[in-house]
């Protein structure tokens, strides 16, 4: 069966320091990768998704970047902070290529990450 | 551009009653539409989707959804609602535009009373 992983749980980190979140997925092969987030417990917002190792689509041009150095690796990086990074960030994966259009994406965990 | 829209943020039932959670949509071209559930400080957890075929499509924990082509609507429902029921509801659309991601509603937060 499939597995999704992410890490860590929990970040608290100061306005400008780094960020990097990871996940990685078990049990299938090229997943499309998704990381959303979402804040005050609503409303998600897609930030990037891959259909494939270093492909990379972005929906927020913020201060954020993704990257997919392995087959079902995602990872979230940022240089800088922001106090507007604060939310609750989300991977997700889904069947590889045009199935998953009509597959549903699975979820893992997520990370809590409150900028100070 | 794809779209969905949950008009209510909150709904509150009593255990035992019936209950719908409502979720409009707009689309070019065919609709791919989903229910996630969320539980606090969890992920989102898949509960149904409509790809084609029968209107009325069964999913997770007794729930069920209707889509009606002619409203745009794909409204969640449950015979009867249960106190563990309560938790953030969220209707999805798949993105055609962007690859495969999914288009959110902004959630209704589900409250079941005893």
């Known amino acids: 069966s499939q597995t999704i992983h992410q890490w860590p749980a929990t970040l608290v980190q100061p306005v400008g320091s780094p960020l990097s979140l990871e996940c990685t997925v078990e049990g299938t092969s090229n997943p499309n990768l998704y990381w959303y987030r979402q804040a005050a417990g609503r409303g998600l917002q897609l930030l990037f998704y891959?259909?494939?190792?270093?492909?990379i689509s972005s929906e927020v041009p913020q201060n954020l970047s993704a990257s997919r150095p392995q087959d079902r690796q995602f990872i979230l990086s940022s240089k800088k902070l922001l106090l507007s990074d604060s939310g609750f960030y989300l991977c997700?994966?889904?069947?590889?290529?045009?199935?998953?259009?009509?597959?549903?994406?699975?979820f893992g965990p997520g990370t809590r990450l409150t900028v100070l | 551009a794809q779209s969905v829209a949950q008009p209510e943020d909150q709904v509150n039932v009593a255990e035992g009653n019936p209950l719908t959670v409502k979720c409009t949509y707009s689309v070019s071209g065919n609709p791919y539409l989903f229910w996630y559930v969320q539980y606090p400080n969890r992920g989102l957890q898949f509960l149904l989707k409509y790809i084609t075929g029968d209107n009325l499509v069964k999913g997770s924990y007794g729930f069920e959804a209707e889509f009606n082509k002619s409203q745009t609507s794909f409204h969640l429902k449950k015979p009867s609602a249960l106190v563990s029921d309560s938790a953030l509801y969220f209707c999805a659309v798949s993105d055609h535009q962007a690859g495969t991601a999914l288009i959110f509603g902004k959630g209704t937060t589900l409250s079941v009373s005893s």
């Open positions: 997700a994966w889904s069947t590889d290529g045009l199935a998953g259009l009509y597959n549903e994406q699975f």
């Open positions: 891959s259909v494939g190792i270093g492909q």
